[in-house]
């Protein structure tokens, strides 16, 4: 029996990483206050905001209790000094984001929702990944800025975008979490619980 999987979240990062598992889904953005959800802890934070997503399309699709839908939502932000880093409003703030992270380390959180009623399943958790980037001079921020949409992306770059990877110098943790905010080490076993095959 076909399973109907449900990606909660627009992002084509997402997207076009879960892509390359090779199974149908489809893409039901979750509509969410996230400013209204907060937490002292970063990584629970964006654990709490992805399940809101996902409980969110649950609703919204009328998903009975033992529904067999799978829903899979995610959250990503930066945070640098203890500051969050979300999508910059214009791009001068974005300007000062990259000039801030250049030849500087900071943190990626993504939280991550599944949600298999039909079997029990609800994991709602948070990885994150530090990343360093490389020195930027004042003429290249200004360039990327220019030509780069920098306020649809958290601390205002995307590593799954070729140029973006050019940015960043080193990272230690989440690979998938941090450059297409879905960590598939996480969500690969997890669709092997429901019964999915995953294969290339």
Known sequence: M???IILASASPQ???IFEALNLPFEVAA????EQA???PEPGRQAALIARAKCDAVA???RLPAR???IIIAADTFGVFEGRMLEKPRDKEEAARMLRALSDSTATAYTGFCYRDAERGIHESVSVETEFTFRALDEKEIARYVEIFPVTTWSAAFSPAYPYGMTLVARIN???TGFTH???MEILIPLLRRSGIAVMP
């Open 2 to 4: 076909t399973r109907r």
């Open 14 to 16: 997402r997207k076009k």
């Open 30 to 33: 979750a509509d969410i206050d």
């Open 37 to 39: 959800i907060r937490d």
């Open 59 to 61: 609703a919204r699709e």
């Open 67 to 69: 529904a067999g839908e």
């Open 173 to 175: 943790g989440s690979f």
């Open 181 to 183: 905010g879905l960590p």
